[in-house]
């Protein structure tokens, strides 16, 4: 996921770029999406979700 990131393909669910590598994430139990957890924090909202 950091590569995709690096090469800026990475996207969330908004479409926007995603632009800080995660250290920490939440991947859905059917492992389509990943929730970055920021400072501890997972980040549940929908439009911060990467598509996988």
């Known amino acids: 996921m950091n590569n995709a990131i690096s ?3 990475a996207k969330n669910v908004a479409g926007e770029k ?3 590598p995660l250290t920490e994430a939440l991947a859905t139990e059917d492992g389509s999406r990943v929730y970055p957890v920021r400072e501890g924090i997972p980040v549940l909202l929908a439009d911060e979700a990467i598509l996988l």
């Open 18 to 20: 995603v632009s800080e």
């Open 7 to 9: 090469a800026g393909s």
